[in-house]
């Protein structure tokens, strides 16, 4: 299945994500982008064709933040939609936690991010202003924690 696909008469777009960890000397930090919007959310995009979930979180974490890491288990799917050019649009996002083996970041404003950062937990809590992508953390934090 592509990126867009025709559900009850809405067009689904389907994004795929992480929940970016580095773990260093000061502890464990998770990766933050201010999106386009001005708000602090998680790294996530569309599919592209022919492309996996699992696939496009890895290369959108990579064109956002230029962060390389490696894939864990999916964390959540969210959906939520938004009016575009005078339909519906249904996006489907599914986050993946992922650990990166270093902690150097640079944003792409190319792509719309304004800022990139590496935060605690309770600062990422915080910050995260959209209340699915909060969900999505607490429950990547339970993941971690139950290893």
């Known amino acids: 299945m592509g ?6 008469g809405l ?11 580095y773990t260093g000397h000061e502890g464990q930090v998770f990766l933050l982008i201010r999106d386009p919007y001005g708000r602090w959310s998680l790294p996530k995009g569309h599919l592209e064709q022919d492309e996996s979930e699992e696939q496009a979180a890895l290369r959108e974490v990579e064109e956002e933040t230029g962060v390389r890491a490696d894939l864990g288990p999916m ?20 986050f ?14 190319d792509e719309g991010i304004t800022a990139v950062g ?10 995260l202003d959209y209340e699915q992508v909060r969900q999505v953390f607490a429950k990547a934090l339970e993941l971690l924690g139950s290893h």
């Open 3 to 8: 990126n867009n696909d025709r559900t009850r």
């Open 11 to 21: 067009l689904v777009r389907r994004a795929a994500g992480g929940v970016v960890y």
């Open 75 to 94: 964390v959540s799917r969210i959906t939520y939609h938004f009016p575009a050019k005078g339909k519906i649009i249904e996006k489907r996002v599914s």
């Open 96 to 109: 993946f936690l992922m650990h990166a083996s270093d902690d150097s970041i640079a944003p792409q404003i």
């Open 118 to 127: 590496w935060f605690s937990a309770s600062e990422a809590l915080d910050l």
